[in-house]
């Protein structure tokens, strides 16, 4: 996280800047900036990241050794505290992208510099027209450190509800995505469910919450959006029965179905989020380098700039308009259709899509709530 001077007789790169909010404690060492520890007052840093050109959508150029290298890594080039709750809205109205803004919580065993470098690559490899903010939680970075991670994600849970308040508060601020991975989705719903419950519903600011491999029990999951209250923002989830992360995940807690880990396309999944409103994605057959299959969202170029291009501007993704690659099909009330494909894509097979109906569904609070009887894996909390 030591900024490096760009050479203007270098090639040229680009420059990602984002605002970051975190509860993790501060190092002391300009190299790392914060810990894994945990802070009792939140943090918020101006921070910017040059990439590389010629790299490969998808990926993050690590420099092979320090100080990083622009023309070839991923290099941080300007680090600033910021002090004050003006100060934050400020560095809003600068950098402001036609009022829409990006708030990214990363997932488990995640440095400050990890989750930086990720959402740096979102934002350019997506294309997308919006102001990003990073919400980094106390990650202690280690696979064996899973239970101190989650208790973190709670103990985060109201800063990330305060900052998306101050956020929905700033009048250059028309709207707001929230973009969660893996164990970060708890810590999303966990805000959202809190912001309903103190006022009856989530800020009307924020249209869309995108949830990638989450890692919620599939009860709990019904609880946290049930008491969101009404009116809710549009939901999108990105599942893969080959998580292996996830599959870890539900060894760890007792066998419980993960969120991330369903099938959409089968019963009693496909009926009760039709009906609920809420759009899966299902990316178990997209193919990247990663091994565990549990960060696709971000590095399949065509999920990634479906994530910038479409899902955070509202649009359906069912019009004859969405490309998701060759032989990508979408199931919508019953009915499937070609969606057409990307020019080059080399998407190996189908990519599943349960969209929410058009048609008279259940009210949205009672409808995840009720008994899953068909899958004993997955039973969800009768009303």
């Not at 565990?292 to 069912?318: D, N, Y």
């Not at 569904?361 to 004993?376: F, I, S, W, Y």
Request: charged share 20%; proline share 6%.
């Amino acid at each position: 996280m030591q900024p490096v001077a760009l050479n203007a007789a270098g090639p040229k790169t680009t420059q990602i800047d984002m605002l970051v909010a975190t509860t993790r404690q501060p190092s002391g060492d300009p190299a790392t900036l914060f810990n894994g520890e945990r802070s009792p007052k939140p943090y918020l840093t101006d921070v910017a990241v040059s990439i590389p050109p010629g790299r490969q959508a998808g990926t993050v150029q690590w420099p092979k050794r320090l100080p990083a290298n622009p023309a070839t890594d991923f290099a941080v080039t300007r680090v600033k505290q910021i002090s004050t709750v003006p100060e934050g809205r400020a560095w809003f109205r600068q950098h402001i992208e036609g009022g829409h803004a990006l708030v990214f919580i990363h997932g488990f065993n995640n440095k400050y510099e990890d989750s930086v470098f990720r959402l740096a690559q979102i934002v350019h490899d997506s294309g997308m027209q919006a102001t990003p903010m990073l919400f980094t939680w106390p990650s202690r970075a280690e696979l064996t450190g899973y239970e101190y991670d989650k208790e973190s994600t709670n103990y985060s849970r109201t800063a990330l509800e305060q900052s998306l308040r101050v956020l929905a508060a700033d009048p250059a601020v028309k709207d707001i995505t929230v973009l969660a991975h893996s164990m970060g989705t708890w810590l999303a719903m966990e805000s959202l469910r809190q912001m309903g419950i103190r006022d009856g519903h989530v800020n009307a600011k924020i249209h869309n919450v995108i949830l990638a491999s989450p890692d919620i029990d599939i009860q709990v999951f019904a609880k946290q959006f049930a008491e969101m209250g009404s009116p809710r923002p549009k939901f999108t989830i990105f599942v893969s029965q080959d998580d292996r992360a996830l599959a870890a995940s539900s060894f760890i807690t007792g066998n419980v179905s993960r969120l991330g880990a369903i099938d959409p396309s089968k019963e009693p999944y496909r009926s009760r989020l039709e009906e609920a409103g809420i759009t899966a994605i299902d990316l178990t057959k997209v193919k990247t380098d990663d091994s565990l299959h549990h960060g696709k969202f971000a590095e399949s170029p065509e999920i990634v700039q479906l994530i910038g291009q479409r899902l955070m501007t509202g649009q359906t993704l069912t019009d004859s308009n969405v490309s998701l690659g060759q032989g990508v099909a979408a199931v919508v009330g019953g009915t499937a259709r070609s969606v057409g494909a990307i020019a080059g894509a080399t998407v190996a097979a189908p990519l599943t899509i349960v969209e929410q109906s058009s048609t008279a569904r259940k009210p949205a609070t009672t409808v995840l709530e009720d008994t899953l009887h068909d899958d004993p894996q997955s039973r969800l909390l009768t009303q």
